[in-house]
C-alpha cells in the first residue's frame, strides 16, 4: 500500500459492511422513478446520434454500454446523475422493472466472493423480456481490462477544491475497485482501495471512443459502417499527406460514429494505397 493511496484518505464513516456497499432499500425510491424507464426517454437518445453523444462516459454509462452494447440506450441516461444512471445500467434489460421484487437482491463489491443472482431470480424481476449479462460480469470484466492496461480512465482527487478530470495512474489500479455508495457524501461513485477502504478517485470518466473499441457494438452492420469509414479516410488521409494506419485507426476510433476495429480493417483495405502511409519514412506501405 502507497503512502499516496493512504495520504488521499478523505474523512468521513465507511459503510460498516464492506460487502453490502448499497443498502437496496435505498435504490427502490430511485429504481421506481418512472423517468429511468419511459419510453419517451429511449426515443430522446434513439434521436441523437452517436456523433451527438457525450464524449466522455461516467461509470454508469459504461456499465450499461456493457451490458447491452446499446447507443440508444447509452443516450437516454446521459443527462442523469451518478446515482441515477447507475441505478439504470444495474436493472436495466430494456423493460420496466417491478420494484417488489428489488429487496431480493444486493449490490455487492465484485471483488469479494459471493455468489451473484441466478438467471432465473433476475429474469422474474423484469417484467416481459430477457435479462441482459449481470452487472457484477460487466463490472468484473472492466476491472479486468483496467487492470490490464487496455482502457485508461480519468477521475477527480476528493478532498481538493478542483474538480479537474486527471488521468488514473495504471500502477495503481491493482489495489482499486469501484464502489457505488449512494449515501457517501464525497461521492456516489468512486475508486477505492481495496486494502485500506479508502476512497482515492471519485466520478471516474472513460473517452466513449476508447470504450466501444474494447466492447464494440455488436448489432451495426459492418457495411454500412466501413463506408462511413472509408469516406471519412479520404478525407483526412490523402495522397499529398498520408498517414500512418495507426494514426488513421486513432482518428477513425474518435470521429466517426459506431466506428469499431473491424469496420474500420475493412475499410483501411480498401482506401487507395497512395492515400497510406509506411511505418517508416521510406518504409513499405501499410496493408
Known amino acids: 500500500m502507497s503512502t499516496q493511496l493512504e495520504s488521499e484518505h478523505v474523512p468521513g464513516p465507511w459503510p460498516a459492511n464492506p460487502v453490502d456497499q448499497c443498502p437496496i432499500e435505498r435504490l427502490i425510491p430511485c429504481a421506481k422513478n418512472d423517468q429511468l424507464y419511459r419510453e419517451d426517454n429511449l426515443d430522446r437518445g434513439s434521436a441523437a446520434s452517436t456523433g451527438d453523444q457525450k464524449k466522455y462516459w461516467g461509470l454508469g454509462e459504461v456499465l450499461m454500454w456493457i451490458r447491452t452494447r446499446d447507443y440508444q440506450r447509452v443516450a437516454a441516461i446521459s443527462d442523469f446523475s451518478e446515482t441515477e444512471a447507475m441505478v439504470a445500467a444495474l436493472f436495466t434489460d430494456g423493460t420496466r422493472l417491478d420494484v417488489r421484487s428489488l429487496p431480493r437482491f444486493r449490490t455487492k463489491n465484485s471483488d469479494a466472493d ?7 431470480e433476475f429474469k422474474s424481476a423484469l417484467v416481459g423480456g430477457l435479462a441482459p449479462p449481470p452487472p457484477d460480469r460487466a463490472l468484473d470484466d472492466l476491472h479486468r481490462k ?4 487496455r482502457l ?5 482527487k476528493p478532498g481538493r477544491s478542483s474538480n479537474e478530470q486527471i488521468p488514473v495512474p495504471p500502477a495503481e489500479l491493482n489495489d482499486l475497485a469501484f464502489r457505488f455508495t449512494p449515501d457517501y457524501s464525497v ?3 468512486g475508486l477505492w482501495s481495496r486494502s485500506r477502504g479508502l476512497l482515492v478517485w471519485r466520478s471516474p470518466q472513460f473517452l466513449r471512443s476508447d470504450v466501444t473499441s474494447v466492447w464494440p457494438a455488436r448489432n451495426t452492420k459492418t457495411a454500412a459502417v466501413s463506408g462511413a469509414i472509408l469516406r471519412h479516410l479520404r478525407k483526412i488521409t490523402v495522397p499529398e499527406a498520408p498517414l500512418t494506419k495507426l494514426e488513421a485507426r486513432r482518428r477513425c476510433m ?5 466506428a469499431y476495429p473491424g ?10 494505397p497512395s492515400s497510406k502511409r509506411g511505418r517508416g519514412k521510406h518504409g513499405s506501405r501499410a496493408h
Do not use: C, D, M
Request: proline share 9%; glycine share 6%; aromatic share 6%.
Open 146 to 149: 483496467l487492470r490490464s492496461a
Open 254 to 258: 474518435a470521429e466517426v460514429s459506431n
Open 187 to 189: 461521492g456516489a461513485v
Open 152 to 156: 485508461p480512465l480519468t477521475g477527480i
Open 114 to 120: 459471493h455468489e451473484s443472482a441466478p438467471p432465473e
Open 263 to 272: 469496420a474500420f480493417k475493412k475499410a483501411w483495405a480498401e482506401l487507395e
